[in-house]
């Protein structure tokens, strides 16, 4: 059974710093791209980074380049998004998904997300 | 960035009965269009991707239809559990990946 499950989250101040883990089990890691999705409460989903099987690509939305930073530990089976400088609008539910689908690099790709995990919940305030 | 944009925002619709949710894209994604089903306090789930192909374990009632910047998702007759949220996403542009807002399904 395939499973991911977030941990990290939490109350933070702005200007701070957390990091987001996500265990995945019931499939072969390192032959999926995965992603950071996030939902501010009561809203929308919103992208913020995907990842390459190795870690060699990396890509994120506009309004976290700078801050965030996504990484993966394929012996470990695990997913990390280091936030920095915190925000109150990166206030969210954090979501780490799988990306169906197998290699593939830069506009070449063309995957939808077919497993999520639960989410973390994440709030930047003082 | 492409824009996504969803219609109606709500949408009430009896049990039995037929509902039709559109998403638009602000320029071609071909068929790199995907929807997901979000109920209260759950993580989204993949129903149709491709645009029009069933994700693992999805009913028949969920159909896709669509390509370039017009889709819509058709759900036959609706289930209880079938009221929720739904959002369209677009995949063709992988360096920024896009969600619509979503459309709420109600009971009516």
């Known amino acids: 059974e395939v499973q991911l499950v977030e941990s990290g989250g939490g109350l933070v101040q702005p200007g701070g710093s957390l990091r987001l883990s996500c265990a995945v089990s019931?499939?072969?890691?390192?032959?999926?791209?995965m992603s950071w999705v996030r939902q501010a409460p009561g809203k929308g989903l919103e992208w913020v980074a995907n990842?390459?099987?190795?870690?060699?690509?990396?890509y994120f939305v506009d309004s976290v380049k700078g801050r965030f930073t996504i990484s993966r530990d394929n012996a470990k089976n695990s997913l990390y998004l280091q936030m920095n400088n915190l925000r109150a609008e990166d206030t969210a539910v954090y979501y780490c998904?799988?990306?169906?689908?197998?290699?593939?690099?830069?506009?070449?790709?063309?995957?939808?997300?077919?497993?999520w995990g639960q989410g973390t919940l994440v709030t930047v305030s003082s | 960035e492409i824009v996504m944009t969803q219609s109606p925002a709500t949408l009430s619709v009896s049990p039995g009965e037929r509902a039709t949710l559109s998403c638009r894209a602000s320029q071609s994604v071909g068929t790199n269009l995907a929807w997901y089903q979000q109920k209260p306090g759950q993580a989204p789930r993949l129903l149709i991707y491709g645009a029009s192909t069933r994700g693992t374990g999805i009913p028949a009632r969920f159909s896709g239809s669509g390509s370039g910047t017009e889709f819509t998702l058709t759900i036959s007759s609706l289930q209880s559990e079938d009221f929720a949220v739904y959002y369209c996403?677009?995949?063709?542009?992988?360096?920024?990946?896009?969600f619509g807002p979503g459309t709420k399904l109600d009971i009516k």
């Open positions: 998904a799988r990306v169906r689908g197998g290699y593939c690099s830069g506009d070449s790709c063309h995957h939808p997300f077919d497993y």
């Open positions: 990842i390459k099987q190795d870690g060699s690509e990396k």
């Open positions: 996403q677009q995949y063709n542009n992988w360096l920024l990946i896009t």
């Open positions: 019931g499939f072969t890691f390192d032959n999926y791209w």
